[in-house]
């Protein structure tokens, strides 16, 4: 199979195929040895890759149904995967699904700790969901994971503006 251009049922019946039997092993080996479904269904990287930039594509071009169902079979295959998770997170988010967006960048944060952009994403949402005090954690978790990073300062500076506008808005109810 073509992994990079399957669709969801595609990937559901080759999902399916595994053999009943052998599902507790797999269970076991994903829980306790740190394997992914990717492993078993022996989808190599590249296919993986070829997929992550076919869902990235889509998200680029505002195609965010589509982006979010190769980005979910991408979490599904394999869970560890923190881009995924984000690209997953994203796609919801631009959908105006600001819950299901903030689970997405809850998983890319704990698969990657130290990466300050699922914080960002999630403090961006929890604004449009109103929990002020989730986006102003989201967003000094930004900063403190961005740090000196030049590659995160605009990350680092989205951060320090919600944080300003929280400010503001805390100044205005009193």
């Known amino acids: 199979m073509n992994t990079h251009n399957a669709s969801t049922e595609e990937m559901q019946a080759l999902m399916d195929s595994i053999n009943m039997e052998g599902i507790g092993e797999i269970t076991q080996a994903i829980k306790d040895e740190g394997y992914v479904l990717q492993d078993f269904l022996e989808i190599s990287d590249d296919h993986m890759e070829a997929m992550y930039a076919k869902a990235f594509f889509l998200t680029d071009q505002g195609l965010y149904e589509q ?45 990657d700790v130290e990466n300050p952009v699922p914080g960002l994403h999630a403090a961006e949402c929890f604004l449009q969901l109103g929990d002020f005090k989730s986006a102003e954690s989201g967003a000094l978790a930004t900063l403190h994971w961005a740090g000196d990073k030049t590659e995160y300062q605009t990350f680092k500076l989205r951060a320090e503006i919600i944080l300003e506008n929280l400010k503001e808005k805390q100044g205005e109810q009193k």
Do not use: D, P, S
């Open 67 to 111: 982006g979010e169902e190769l980005f979910t079979t991408l979490c599904r295959l394999n869970h560890y995967e923190g881009r995924f998770w984000i690209g997953l997170g994203v796609c919801r988010q631009m959908q105006k699904n600001y819950k299901e967006a903030v689970k997405a960048f809850a998983m890319a944060g704990t698969v």
